[in-house]
């Protein structure tokens, strides 16, 4: 093939990519080995608030990761050296704003010619999902400090085929089974091995 048809079809491949990676209901950007932005998405613009102008040509660690996390920065300089990449990985990214959006990233090497040239990926906001689960930890520990206190009287929580969700104190100094031996077993076999 003459280098004038790979050059067109190179530039047809990066075309349908940019196509593809402007349409997925997710962050998408690609740096260069020095982790310079070459290429983001209409979504990232959109979480972090900054507009094209500013982002393309930029080092991504300094405008979106922050000057003293340099971790992150320092697994991307390993997988461009090595190849090593760490191919799922989350972390928080700044907005425009000062905001921090909680990441999850799906990232792949881009190679040419047999060497690394940079690195893409593609990322979900987790932020809100984050913030949920930790509020419902937060409050099922609450319940679990309040269902513990009850003194005399055992409570076992049961999901919808009637299995132990949660067993306080009580429960653990009337039926003698821990809250982890008791978790997830139906409690009718829990009982009927008592009388065995």
């Known amino acids: 093939m003459r280098t004038e048809d790979l050059v067109v079809a190179l530039v047809a491949s990066e075309s349908r990519l940019r196509e593809v990676l402007e349409t997925v209901p997710l962050v998408a950007v690609s740096l260069d080995t020095q982790a310079r932005v070459t290429f983001c998405n ?12 500013e982002v393309i040509g930029v ?11 340099t971790a992150v920065r320092d697994l991307f300089r390993k997988a461009v050296a ?3 990449l760490l191919q799922h990985y989350e972390n928080e990214i700044l907005t425009r704003a000062g905001e921090r959006r909680l990441v999850r990233w799906s990232n792949t090497l881009i190679h040419a010619d047999g060497r690394i040239v940079g690195a893409t990926s593609l990322g979900e ?23 513990d206190g009850v003194p005399s009287i055992p409570v076992q929580g049961y999901g919808r085929d009637r299995r132990v969700v949660f067993w306080n104190a009580a ?7 821990t809250a982890a031996e008791a978790a997830g077993r139906r409690l009718e076999d829990l009982l009927l091995s008592l009388i065995h």
């Open 125 to 147: 906001d987790v932020t809100v999902r984050r913030e949920a689960e930790e509020a419902l930890r937060e409050s099922e520990a609450r319940f679990r400090s309040l269902i």
């Open 42 to 53: 209409d979504a990232l613009l959109r979480l972090t608030g900054w507009p094209r102008e």
């Open 59 to 69: 080092d991504w660690f300094s405008r979106f990761i922050g000057a003293t996390d």
């Open 82 to 84: 090595t190849g090593e």
């Open 171 to 177: 429960s653990e100094r009337l039926y003698g089974f």
